[in-house]
């Protein structure tokens, strides 16, 4: 590993790494490998397309028995959406043209409008970590003082907002079958509206076709279930990502993207079958610092640098935790509970 000098936080014996001096290092591995990129593209689209056909030969014998097949095709699904991810990030093929068609087509598989998601997205990226952007592609989070400062309703609509079944029951439903038909948002620019209405007449295309072979119930029943289950998985991979206790949170004047890339990223550490079916996307905080890499390559740079794997390291069961921190404690610098909170606002030490 490339020579840098590095500080140690004397209460974990961890480097303190300045994220920029990271850039550099981070930028040779940048470089997508043509052939590896469509291996990735064939190993997670046929097993999505067999198990989608095996999923409905389940269903003409039992509905019950077709749903483990789709909660499998859609870890699958969730694979296909992470490469229309890189692709949005211009990190899956050299050529941008390659990177926008290939997003275009498997936003028609993932019910994502590439052009609208990729807008959001970039400002997610732009804007991770600053309590001054709140609002656009991320998970709405208050300050303990923000929340002391609303009245009753606005405590209980928050807490319904932030609920694990709205967040990952319902939330999937809005989002993917309701809120990415519209460019919301974006309504007065015609390049969104024409991702939208785009992947919208290509979908209804695509399920008209399947829909008159196998029939339209047939096709719900495995299209909802295998959708919205990867959506839910999909939503929790992202809350996870940045809704971990330690995470990094700074008012505009004090707000750095790359601390915040970093530090406000989590790192979460699956087992070896989950990490592949999640496309490495747990190694969120590099991918933070530079989304231009491949998620193909992220584990390379673990391997290189573990200096890097050392930072906001998140297990599986630890990320499960992560639903019971709601609230940012500007003094504590940390994701705490309402109970947590509770306790802060009753000694009145609030920042």
Same mark, same amino acid.
């Given at each position: 590993?490339?020579?840098?000098?590095?500080?140690?936080?004397?209460?974990?014996?961890?480097?303190? !790494?300045?994220?920029?001096?990271?850039?550099?290092? =981070? *930028?040779?591995?940048?470089?997508?490998?043509?052939?590896?990129?469509? &291996?990735?593209?064939?190993? $997670?689209?046929?097993?999505?397309?067999?198990?989608?056909?095996?999923?409905?030969?389940?269903?003409?014998?039992?509905?019950?028995?077709?749903?483990?097949?789709?909660?499998?095709?859609?870890?699958?699904?969730?694979?296909?959406?992470? !490469?229309?991810? @890189?692709?949005?990030?211009?990190?899956?093929?050299?050529?941008?043209?390659?990177?926008?068609? #290939?997003?275009?087509?498997?936003? #028609?598989?993932?019910?994502?409008?590439?052009?609208?998601?990729?807008?959001?997205?970039?400002?997610?990226?732009?804007?991770?970590?600053?309590?001054?952007?709140?609002?656009?592609?991320?998970?709405?989070?208050?300050?303990?003082?923000?929340?002391?400062?609303?009245?009753?309703?606005?405590? /209980?609509? &928050?807490?319904?907002?932030?609920?694990?079944? $709205?967040?990952? #029951?319902?939330?999937?439903?809005?989002?993917?079958?309701?809120?990415?038909? %519209?460019? %919301?948002?974006?309504?007065?620019?015609?390049?969104?509206?024409?991702?939208?209405?785009?992947?919208?007449?290509?979908?209804?295309?695509?399920?008209?076709?399947?829909?008159?072979? !196998?029939?339209?119930?047939?096709?719900?029943?495995?299209?909802?279930? +295998? $959708?919205?289950?990867?959506?839910?998985?999909?939503?929790? /991979?992202?809350? +996870?990502?940045?809704?971990?206790?330690?995470?990094?949170?700074? $008012?505009?004047?004090?707000?750095?993207?790359?601390?915040?890339?970093?530090?406000?990223?989590?790192?979460? #550490?699956?087992?070896?079958?989950?990490?592949? =079916?999640?496309?490495?996307?747990?190694?969120?905080? +590099?991918?933070?610092?530079?989304?231009?890499?491949?998620?193909?390559?992220? *584990?390379?740079? %673990?391997?290189?640098?573990?200096?890097?794997?050392?930072?906001?390291?998140?297990?599986?069961?630890?990320? %499960?935790?992560?639903?019971?921190?709601?609230?940012? @404690?500007?003094?504590?610098?940390? /994701? +705490?509970?309402?109970?947590?909170?509770?306790?802060?606002?009753?000694?009145?030490?609030?920042?």
């Amino acid at each position: 590993m490339n020579a840098m000098n590095h500080d140690f936080d004397a209460d974990t014996d961890q480097p303190d !790494i300045a994220a920029r001096d990271w850039i550099r290092t =981070l *930028s040779q591995y940048r470089e997508p490998i043509l052939w590896r990129s469509i &291996y990735e593209i064939g190993i $997670t689209a046929l097993p999505f397309i067999v198990l989608w056909v095996i999923a409905y030969q389940a269903y003409t014998i039992s509905f019950w028995l077709s749903l483990p097949v789709s909660l499998l095709a859609a870890t699958f699904l969730v694979r296909l959406f992470l !490469i229309q991810h @890189d692709c949005g990030h211009m990190a899956f093929f050299s050529n941008k043209k390659a990177n926008d068609w #290939v997003g275009r087509i498997l936003g #028609v598989v993932t019910v994502t409008p590439y052009e609208m998601w990729k807008k959001y997205h970039s400002i997610h990226h732009g804007a991770s970590g600053n309590l001054d952007q709140r609002g656009i592609g991320d998970v709405m989070t208050l300050t303990v003082r923000e929340y002391e400062a609303r009245g009753w309703w606005g405590r /209980l609509s &928050y807490r319904a907002y932030r609920h694990p079944l $709205t967040m990952f #029951v319902v939330g999937p439903v809005y989002v993917y079958l309701l809120m990415n038909r %519209l460019p %919301l948002g974006l309504m007065d620019q015609a390049k969104y509206w024409v991702s939208a209405m785009g992947t919208n007449i290509a979908m209804l295309a695509v399920g008209a076709a399947i829909s008159w072979y !196998i029939g339209v119930v047939a096709f719900l029943a495995i299209f909802l279930p +295998v $959708t919205l289950m990867a959506a839910a998985m999909g939503i929790w /991979l992202f809350f +996870v990502q940045h809704q971990f206790e330690d995470t990094h949170w700074d $008012t505009e004047d004090e707000w750095q993207v790359h601390e915040a890339a970093l530090h406000g990223s989590s790192h979460l #550490v699956l087992p070896q079958p989950l990490q592949w =079916l999640s496309a490495n996307i747990g190694i969120h905080h +590099v991918h933070h610092l530079y989304s231009r890499i491949p998620y193909y390559r992220l *584990s390379e740079v %673990l391997k290189d640098h573990p200096d890097l794997g050392e930072i906001s390291r998140l297990t599986l069961r630890e990320s %499960l935790a992560c639903v019971k921190l709601q609230l940012w @404690d500007e003094n504590k610098r940390k /994701l +705490v509970t309402y109970a947590e909170a509770r306790r802060v606002m009753m000694t009145g030490v609030i920042a």
